[in-house]
């Protein structure tokens, strides 16, 4: 896996600039399309594309866990209520965290990877 810290290392700086204004809308769970077909000769908006992509499954697979669980362990009084509030804090938490930093990410014209799942390589 290559990990991408400072444009210079992979993206030249006309790249950037062509896809930096959509690339922070790839953080934004459903619009994580709008950079690949804004810009799709773009590997800096792709990057990002990807990242907002990882993201968007990790928090849906993340809420589907959270459901089940709530679900599973609803009928323990209290237990099962108190459960459901925080994993749907912890889901609520990472979007928010992980959005943020992906946002930050494109204002500070870098390709980090976001924490924990930004390894993951689905669009190429």
């Known amino acids: 896996m290559e990990m991408f810290d400072t444009p210079a290392e992979y993206f030249d700086e006309g790249d950037i600039n062509m896809g930096r204004v959509v690339s922070f809308l790839a953080y934004f769970p459903p619009l994580f399309l709008v ?47 108190i459960f459901g509030l925080f994993a749907w804090l912890f889901v609520g938490a ?18 980090k990877e976001l924490p924990f799942i930004g390894k993951f390589r689905l669009i190429k």
């Open 35 to 81: 950079p690949l077909i804004a810009v799709p000769s773009s590997k800096y908006a792709r990057f990002h594309a990807n990242q907002g992509l990882v993201m968007f499954l990790f928090l849906t697979a993340a809420s589907v866990v959270a459901t089940i669980l709530s679900v599973l362990l609803g009928f323990i009084p209290y237990l099962g209520w």
């Open 94 to 111: 990472a979007m928010l965290a992980l959005t943020i930093l992906g946002i930050v990410n494109v204002a500070n014209n870098v390709a």
